[in-house]
C-alpha cells in the first residue's frame, strides 16, 4: 500500500509558475513509477506527465511539454511538479498516481496507476 499526498496549489495568474509537491509514503515507497494527471470540471482525467522510479525516464503530454519539469526525490519520497507559463486551460485538480511497477512503460492510462492522491486545485487567471 502506498499514500500519497499532493500539495502546492493555488491560485495563479497566467504566465506565473507553481510547483506541486507529491509525499508519498507506505511500503516501498520509492520503488514505483509515478506521475501527475489532472482533471478539469467537466472533462476526462488526463496525462500530465510521469518519471520512472530511478528518474532514468521522463515523459510529457504534449499540452505541457517544455513548460512542465517532473522530478521526484527518493530520499525524500517526494515527487515534484514544476509547471511554468501557466495557461487558463491548465486549470484542474492535480493527482499524483503511483504504478506497481518501477517503469513507466508506454502507457498514459490512469487505469494502469493504482495508488492515487486526494488531488490539489490549481487555477490560472486569465
Known amino acids: 500500500q502506498v499514500q500519497l499526498v499532493e500539495s502546492g496549489g493555488g491560485l495563479v495568474q497566467a504566465g506565473g509558475s507553481l510547483r506541486l509537491s507529491c509525499a508519498a509514503s507506505?511500503?516501498?515507497?520509492?520503488?514505483?513509477?509515478i506521475g501527475w494527471f489532472r482533471q478539469a470540471p467537466g472533462k476526462a482525467r488526463e496525462f500530465v506527465a510521469a518519471?520512472?522510479?530511478?528518474?532514468?525516464?521522463?515523459s510529457y503530454a504534449d499540452s505541457v511539454k517544455g513548460r512542465f519539469t517532473i522530478s521526484r526525490d527518493n530520499a525524500k519520497n517526494t515527487l515534484y511538479l514544476q509547471m511554468n507559463n501557466l495557461k487558463p486551460e491548465d486549470t484542474a485538480v492535480y493527482y499524483c498516481?503511483?504504478?506497481?511497477?518501477?517503469?513507466?512503460?508506454?502507457?498514459?492510462?490512469?487505469?494502469?496507476?493504482?495508488?492515487w492522491g486526494q488531488g490539489t486545485q490549481v487555477t490560472v487567471s486569465s
Open positions: 498516481a503511483s504504478r506497481v511497477g518501477l517503469y513507466i512503460g508506454n502507457t498514459r492510462s490512469a487505469n494502469d496507476y493504482r495508488y
Open positions: 507506505g511500503r516501498t515507497s520509492s520503488s514505483y513509477a
Open positions: 518519471i520512472n522510479w530511478d528518474s532514468s525516464r521522463t
